[in-house]
């Protein structure tokens, strides 16, 4: 399972925005970070499938993060930003509102998920970290990108 990643006592984190939330990924998975590119829409695909992109010459799945975890939607900005993650053998491209800094935490400042989090289900939750006055929902890719489910990379 590819839950956050430790390394030591500390675990480094992508910080990203989804509405006025902070959510985070391990740095190990993040591959790339991209501005908003053209994505080409793929019929009879999940909703939260955005559609892929061409990257390199590779096709990667490009996940809408925000419809993945039934948040409300939000009209893409100048700051929205597609996470290129790698989880397994599977490279997949995340949309999120906004990055905002890459962070190490005590992995003491994590506590398990509970059952729901902000309407998320503790399915796609690792743990939520605790840094300063901040609470970051770290994010099981796993469960995200459908490691087992219906999900292929391209």
Do not use: W
């Not at 998975?29 to 991209?34: A, D, F, G, L, M």
């Not at 955005?50 to 409300?72: A, E, Q």
């Not at 490279?91 to 962070?103: F, K, L, N, R």
């Amino acid at each position: 399972m590819s839950e956050v990643t430790y390394s030591g006592n500390e675990v480094q984190l992508v910080v990203f925005k989804l509405g006025r939330e902070e959510y985070g990924v391990s740095i190990l998975q993040v591959q790339e970070i991209k501005r908003n590119t053209e994505i080409t829409r793929v019929p009879h695909s999940p909703d939260y499938i955005k559609g892929v992109m061409n990257l390199r010459g590779s096709v990667l799945p490009v996940i809408d993060l925000k419809k993945r975890l039934n948040l409300p939607p939000q009209d893409h900005t100048d700051d929205t930003r597609i996470i290129i993650i790698k989880v397994e053998d599977i490279h997949v491209g995340m949309i999120v509102d906004a990055v905002s800094e890459v962070t190490a935490i005590d992995q003491n400042s994590i506590e398990p998920p509970q059952a729901v989090v902000g309407g998320i289900a503790a399915d796609y939750l690792s743990g939520v970290g605790k840094v300063d006055d901040r609470l970051l929902i770290l994010l099981n890719t796993d469960a995200i990108i459908g490691i087992g489910q219906e999900v292929k990379a391209g």
